[in-house]
DNA sequence: GCAAAAGTGTTCGTACTACACCCATGG
DNA sequence: CCATGGGTGTAGTACGAACACTTTTGC
């Protein structure tokens, strides 16, 4: 590794990734726990320093598979955070955070595989994260919103097949807003990018329920035609 | 300045900055010519490497300043470009990308401060521009496209008094669809946050115009009680 | 008085809202 | 047969879309 010191910086790139998980009526991110000092342990969104011959994105993968091994169904980049020159107090860091999500009945899957404790908490939970990590968090969230309006990532956060209650529930949950049953599944059926399947969910109680499955190759094609996704509420 | 040579990174970290203009039915973005090596000249978005104690966004204010003295009337972050470590031949650079509006009355002004070329370029007469650029560009003008329809930045645009006409082209030229004069008036007239003046525009020819301020601080009273800004088309 | 742009209302259709009852299963 | 969640239709309303003529000015 050669390095040109006339004007390279003294300033470090990282990544830090949001993962969202959705499970009965509840999001959850993903937080690892990190030792700072001698100490002092926080808990953070997963991340690290970019490697010099790494694309960004392949940065934040690689760090999700070393702390927390999870499969993703979903990733974006959210915003890059470099305004607080001290958001980290021992150098100078610019952090670009991405969000993603992650299928719902992976969920459990949760292996703690270095030392380090790996752990999924609920949105409403969450302690004080190490740097401004609290921040990004919280823009991911506002994103995370939004997007669940203008684009079918919701189906991302589910199973391949899920009930229509559960997708109901996840809008619901994540906006924090109530929605008529009948009207969304009306307006979400009109869409014609659902496909249902033979299966019928595994019971809790009451009447068997029909899943369904999100046919990507379908909105796709809607796209095409100029279709524009929207979920909105009163 | 001191280094820790121990986990230092060979990277640099640049911004680049997407300033939007209009006038007269056209979109312009202000590019600046660059040297390479000897002989080689390049149009390429404004922009240079981040100091060490400079926040992104003070950044890009003060390499604004330095090659073209524009004045800005918004800016926003846009993407940060890193995924290709070669999109810079001679060093690996992340590039935070920002896009900025500057108000249409004063596009003319622009000081060819430097030795440096500065030039405003017609959105559909961009020449092949250094690095990524032209990619960078690509999605400033997606964003721009999008902004526009679900936020107000198309005052941004134009002077601080303007004509509904003005506007009205504004967003035909933009977003490269037909409006329906009269439709669009009366939806944006509704909103509440426009303002007649006792003014009246310089006259091209034909009936004279009244000329309209956006009332921002009427806008975000409307926000608050929980408006939501849209323009869509057929 | 003619050319040029500004200003203005109505009708129609579509899409969102609100709302309540029956159905299938397990226990 | 009861408890639990699944599944469905209709009527009213509001908003967007389509559409053409009159007004004011300069020349």
């Keep these: 590794m050669t390095f040109n010191m006339e004007n390279l910086q003294n300033i470090r790139i990282a990544v830090d990734a949001i993962v969202f998980g959705y499970k009965s009526n509840d999001l959850y ?19 690290g320093l970019v490697k010099d011959d790494e694309p960004l ?5 690689r760090e999700l598979r070393e702390e927390t091994n999870v499969e993703l169904t979903f990733m974006e980049q959210l915003y890059t955070f470099g305004d607080d020159i001290r958001r980290d107090s021992r150098n100078r860091v610019i952090s670009v955070a991405y969000y993603a999500l992650v299928d719902a009945s992976n969920l459990e899957i949760k292996a703690d595989t270095d030392a380090e404790r790996v752990q999924w908490f609920k949105i409403d939970e969450i302690p004080p994260l190490a740097f401004d990590h609290n921040l990004i968090l919280k823009k991911g969230i506002e994103r995370l919103k939004a997007k669940l309006t203008y684009e079918p990532i919701g189906f991302d956060l589910l199973p391949d097949e899920f009930l229509f209650s559960d997708l109901e529930n996840l809008y619901c949950t994540i906006l924090e807003k109530e929605i008529d049953r009948r009207n969304f599944r009306k307006k979400i059926l009109s869409y014609g990018f659902l496909e249902e399947t033979d299966n019928f969910s595994p ?9 369904f499955k999100f046919n990507k190759l379908k909105y796709n094609e809607l796209i095409d035609k100029g279709f524009h996704f929207e979920i909105k509420f009163a």
Tied chains: 1, 2.
């Design 29 to 47: 991110v993903l937080l690892i726990e990190q030792q700072f000092g001698s100490s002092d342990k926080y808990w953070a969104l997963p991340g």
């Design 57 to 61: 994105s392949e940065a934040v993968i």
């Design 203 to 211: 019971i809790r109680s009451g009447r068997p329920a029909k899943l």
